[in-house]
């Protein structure tokens, strides 16, 4: 069993189209994450939601839309796409949303959506 | 905001070579957590790290948590072409819920 799974793997997409990519987890984890890596590898958060709610949202522009329906899921909705959001999108899940305690949990990561725009 | 920097970004060693990557934070961290990402991949958690000095072992690899807990390193002994990705540490912004990553290091492993 794939513990976070995300559809599709790829999309490619013309400027301009509306296009969503979902992301499940069946690790029972209470925290999800978005990240987008661009071709430098860089690695950014996006979004992070606890028990369905928004805790971070990272000046990420307004067509981004993620959306929690339950603590398993996480999708994520991007309006109006540009070049600019190729990259690779990233879910990700850990057990809480705060490493505060000392033994801060690790986060899972899906297999990642390849997003081409042209 | 919190940045967490790695040196090198990129790395090529011969085969049979010693690797170290380095990575700072610009704030203390409550704990660090390492990754290895396979070209083509994800991100998979190798190790976590929790009190300052703490140094631990995995076959060749050995992580190693600054006093400070403001930095931390790994070091592969005796690199093969298995060991080829992208290493990334990560942490926890002080008093926040962002799980922030480093920048990376790419290693490359030539035959």
């Known amino acids: 069993d794939t513990a976070v799974s995300q559809t599709p793997k790829y999309l490619v997409t013309q400027m301009g189209n509306d296009k969503s990519i979902k992301c499940e987890q069946n690790?029972?984890?209470?925290?999800m994450y978005w990240y987008k890596q661009d071709s430098k590898k860089f690695l950014k958060i996006m979004f992070s939601?606890?028990?369905?709610?928004?805790?971070i949202n990272e000046t990420v522009p307004n067509r981004f839309s993620p959306k929690s329906p339950d603590k398993a899921h996480l999708n994520l909705h991007i309006n109006s796409l540009e070049l600019g959001d190729s990259a690779v999108y990233f879910c990700?899940?850990?057990?809480?949303?705060?490493?505060?305690?000392?033994?801060?949990?690790?986060?899972?990561f899906g297999q990642g959506t390849r997003l081409t725009v042209v | 905001g919190q940045q967490v920097m790695q040196i090198p970004q990129y790395q090529h060693v011969q085969e049979g070579e010693d690797f170290t990557t380095y990575c700072n934070s610009s704030?203390?961290?409550?704990?660090i957590q390492w990754y290895k990402q396979r070209p083509g991949g994800h991100p998979v958690f190798l190790i976590q790290?929790?009190?300052?000095?703490e140094v631990k072992k995995q076959k060749r690899l050995t992580f190693q948590f600054g006093e400070a807990k403001k930095n931390s390193s790994l070091h592969i002994t005796a690199t093969q072409t298995t060991d080829v990705g992208t290493y990334f540490c990560?942490?926890?912004?002080?008093?926040?819920?962002?799980?922030?990553f480093g920048t990376g290091t790419r290693l490359k492993v030539l035959a």
């Open positions: 990700a899940s850990s057990q809480e949303a705060t490493g505060l305690r000392p033994g801060g949990p690790e986060a899972f």
């Open positions: 790290l929790v009190k300052s000095g």
């Open positions: 690790l029972g984890h209470d925290t």
């Open positions: 939601y606890n028990n369905k709610e928004l805790i």
């Open positions: 704030t203390t961290l409550s704990n």
């Open positions: 990560a942490g926890w912004g002080s008093g926040t819920y962002k799980y922030i």
